[in-house]
């Protein structure tokens, strides 16, 4: 079974400076990592994902994430926020090899303020 | 190329009723997958179709219940609805494979209320 944790539930921040959401996994298998925004009242748009390869891999609108196989983390990142980019921000893993189950943390909700 | 679809947005039932919600796959996505997700919670996995046999299954007791068709719409049942069922319900669609087929893209979800 896989788990997700996503340690800040609201992350506030002023426009332009640079912010990090932080994602943590736990698996016994190897997984696949992904990141997913929800603007309000909508569905789940992926941002980025990571399959293998480099361990840096970079989204839409500017984010990017950083695979650490050792400290099993996933972190999102992005230099320069914009008022835009307010939303909730999900990490979600799923298994590798065999299995289809998305397994999601529990959130983040970034507010950015001017 | 189409995205994920959903229908309806917005459903209000009364407890013990039975609800059917509606998605279409994105264009050549055979595979569909239902979450749950609930006010300030992360989605839960209810289950997936593959070629219209489901195909794994989260923890939801079995008045949950779905169905694929041959163009590879999907339906979501839910029977003998309970106030905790008030939730967001997502449809994900993708292709049955390795690596990047496991990518999944949702539909903007249907909101349902149940009084």
């Avoid at chain 1, 996503?6 to 016994?28: H, I, M």
């Avoid at chain 1, 230099?79 to 189950?101: L, M, Q, R, W």
């Avoid at chain 2, 059917?20 to 006010?39: E, F, K, P």
């Amino acid at each position: 079974a896989q788990s997700v944790t996503q340690l800040d539930s609201q992350v506030p921040v002023f426009e332009e400076a640079p912010v990090e959401l932080r994602c943590n996994y736990s698996s016994s298998v190897s997984v696949y990592l992904f990141w997913y925004v929800q603007y309000p009242n909508q569905g789940l748009q992926l941002l980025l994902k990571y399959l293998s390869g480099s361990t840096l891999v970079k989204g839409i609108n500017g984010f990017e994430a950083e695979f650490n196989k050792s400290q099993t983390s996933f972190h999102l990142r992005k230099p320069s926020v914009h008022i835009s980019d307010t939303a909730e921000y999900f990490c979600a893993v799923i298994p590798a090899g065999g299995g289809n189950k998305l397994t999601f943390g529990t959130g983040t909700q970034l507010k950015v303020e001017l | 190329e189409t995205g994920v679809t959903q229908s309806p947005t917005h459903l209000i039932k009364t407890r013990g009723q039975q609800v059917t919600l509606r998605c279409s796959s994105q264009s050549g996505h055979n595979t569909v997958s239902w979450y749950q997700q609930a006010l300030g919670q992360g989605p839960q996995f209810i289950f997936q179709y593959y070629r219209e046999e489901e195909n794994g299954r989260g923890n939801f007791p079995p008045r949950f219940s779905g169905l694929q068709f041959p163009n590879y719409s999907s339906e979501l049942n839910v029977n003998a609805l309970e106030l905790d069922d008030s939730a967001l319900y997502l449809c994900a669609s993708s292709l049955d494979g390795q690596g990047a087929l496991k990518t999944q893209y949702f539909g903007p979800g249907t909101r349902l209320l149940v009084l």
